[in-house]
């Protein structure tokens, strides 16, 4: 693990309790990155479907896993309070399963995040999701002091949409992107602090904050 000192976000990990098996996220977790390469490396979805808008699984399983180190790393070096991605690995019960992405542009005075995230398809259906996008929300309204969160997701990608209805994000509006040379329609989603706070919560654990915090949001205690 890299000292705190050295990368703020080193000790940041978030923790939801489950009886199936607890979900904890953790940044600056080089063995984590690496495991979760392999994961790539067997599959994230279907042949026959993209759920996302950069096609980064297209290609072999050891591309894959190249990929998926790169945009772990970028994102532990290309940081300012201005514009940052907190990219969590995510296990399950112990066992790598995923990543789970927080990020925001202009956060000190926005206070808006975005969120991303995929799992290994030998991990899907167990209802993870749902809780590890609750462990960032958790964190960036709660530990950040964000007013705002978005989500996006193809029409043809009911799971991920599923999630963010289930967290109780409100539709806000479609767009048309290109993908595979086609047209195809991304769902915008927002959640406001508000909605948030007056929805169903889940107990989260959160470690290395203070770090984190001061490095993002400089100023806030």
């Known amino acids: 693990m890299l000292p705190v000192d050295l990368h703020p976000f080193a000790d940041l990990r978030l923790v939801v309790p489950d009886p199936e098996g607890d979900v904890e996220l953790r940044t600056g977790d080089l063995d984590g990155v690496v495991e979760l390469a392999a994961v790539a490396a067997r599959g994230v979805h279907a042949p026959d479907a ?3 808008a950069n096609p980064w699984t297209d290609g072999e399983p050891a591309e894959r896993a ?3 180190l790169r945009r772990q790393l970028s994102g532990w070096s290309g940081w300012s309070p201005e514009a940052w991605r907190l990219d969590f690995v995510v296990r399950r019960g112990g066992v790598v399963v995923g990543t789970q992405s927080l990020e925001a542009n202009g956060f000190p005075v926005l206070r808006e995040v975005v969120t991303g995230s995929w799992l290994g398809l030998e991990h899907q259906g167990r209802g993870t999701g749902p809780l590890m996008r609750a462990a960032v929300l958790h964190l960036a309204f709660e530990g950040f002091g964000a007013v705002c969160a978005r989500s996006e997701a193809y029409l043809d990608n ?3 949409l599923g999630v963010s209805r289930r967290l109780g994000y409100r539709e806000d509006g479609q767009h048309r992107s290109v993908r595979g040379g086609g047209v195809a329609v991304q ?5 406001d602090v508000a909605d948030w706070a007056a929805g169903p919560r889940r107990q989260v654990r959160l ?7 001061a490095a993002l949001v400089p100023g806030v205690p």
């Open 207 to 213: 470690q290395g904050v203070e770090a984190a915090r």
């Open 50 to 52: 993209m759920p996302f």
């Open 187 to 191: 769902q915008r989603l927002r959640l």
């Open 66 to 68: 190249r990929r998926t």
């Open 158 to 160: 009911p799971r991920s």
